[in-house]
């Protein structure tokens, strides 16, 4: 079974922190991604990866930065938290660039205080 | 990229069929259709995907008319396990969920 594990189920920060949130993937998948849940806004995507040190925006990266130095690591970084970065996040991956289908992780609720 | 359609919310009895319908009327070619479930505290799962016709495996059946400008989920004889958030995605490479079909199955 393909298997998608992140760092911290639940995270307490405080505004003004560097935050780190880890993901892991065991099936040498290419792509890799974060995503925030909100209530009543859906999954929205914030970067995505396609290869080893490769990096894409999604819809709302302001605020965040990825690192991917290895094909199963993925990691968003919260430079700086804010409040309005409160919310759930989920990692995903997923085979080459076919239709393939995405493999989520059990997702960081993370709030900012 | 395809934009999707979907219906914000339905409520089911156990035991019902449940029909779900996407529209996405800009799909692509070479898109597929693809839907997930994604229940409370989780993350979303992948249920079925398809190109045209009908798909169909243990968990659901996916119709997808000649034109391909819309799809229907089909869960047959729900049951409370099946209340869950469910997304539609017309394109392989959408990686924009939206916020999805909550449906709701009551007893």
């Known amino acids: 079974d393909v298997k998608v594990t992140q760092s911290s189920r639940y995270l307490v920060k405080r505004t003004g922190e560097k935050v780190f949130l880890e993901c892991v993937q065991d099936m040498d998948h290419e792509n890799m991604f974060w995503y925030r849940q909100d209530p009543g806004l859906g999954l929205r995507l914030i970067y995505f990866?396609?290869?080893?040190?490769?990096?894409e925006k999604g819809d709302i990266p302001e605020g965040y930065s990825v690192s991917r130095e290895k094909k199963e690591r993925f990691s968003l970084i919260l430079e700086s938290a804010s409040t309005n970065q409160t919310s759930m996040y989920l990692c995903a991956s997923s085979f080459g660039t076919g239709p393939y289908e995405q493999y989520f992780g059990p997702g960081t609720r993370l709030t900012v205080t | 990229l395809a934009k999707t359609t979907q219906p914000i919310s339905m409520d089911s009895y156990e035991g019902q069929e449940v029909n779900i319908t996407c529209s996405h009327n800009n799909i692509a070619t070479n898109d597929y259709i693809t839907w997930y479930q994604q229940f409370p505290s989780q993350g979303p799962r992948f249920i079925i995907q398809?190109?045209?016709t009908k798909v169909t495996n243990e968990v659901a059946s996916l119709f997808i008319p000649a034109d391909r400008k819309s799809s229907t989920l089909s869960l047959p004889r729900v049951s409370l396990s099946d209340t869950a958030v469910y997304y539609c995605?017309?394109?392989?490479?959408?990686?924009?969920f939206g916020s999805g079909t909550q449906l709701t199955v009551l007893p």
């Open positions: 990866s396609y290869d080893v040190k490769m990096k």
């Open positions: 995605l017309g394109s392989a490479r959408q990686l924009t």
């Open positions: 398809g190109y045209k």
